[in-house]
């Protein structure tokens, strides 16, 4: 999961460093409701509200997870046959993983003072 926020200067997507599970984990790691942020496009310098901090796919992750799917199937295929193919499912569940953890951080929204 990769955290995005849109610069309101030039409209492109930027993206946001701390790594956290969730708003209210990053409401809590920063300790207050808008952050300053730059531009990576731009230079424009700005204060985002935690709310307009959204979460993306990583596909990277998913990747990693396709990656060790296609090893697991063809190391087990010598043992087990067919039934390896089961463990092709292995991005099934990181890409699972990972469209819940997005969920997650784009249903939760901080109380706006």
């Not at 409209?11 to 990053?26: A, C, H, M, S």
């Amino acid at each position: 999961m990769r955290l995005q926020f849109a610069c309101s200067s030039c409209g492109k997507n930027n993206l946001y460093t701390p790594k956290v599970p969730t708003r209210g984990d990053l409401h809590i790691k920063i300790g207050i409701t808008e952050v300053q942020v730059n531009c990576q496009i731009c230079g424009n310098r700005e204060r985002k509200h935690l709310n307009t901090i959204n979460a993306i796919v990583d596909y990277k992750i998913i990747g990693i997870g396709f990656v060790l799917g296609i090893i697991a199937t063809l190391g087990l295929w010598n043992f087990y046959g067919a039934v390896s193919t089961a463990s092709f499912f292995i991005p099934m569940l990181f890409w699972i993983q990972e469209n819940n953890a997005v969920s997650g951080f784009n249903k939760y929204h901080i109380k706006r003072k």
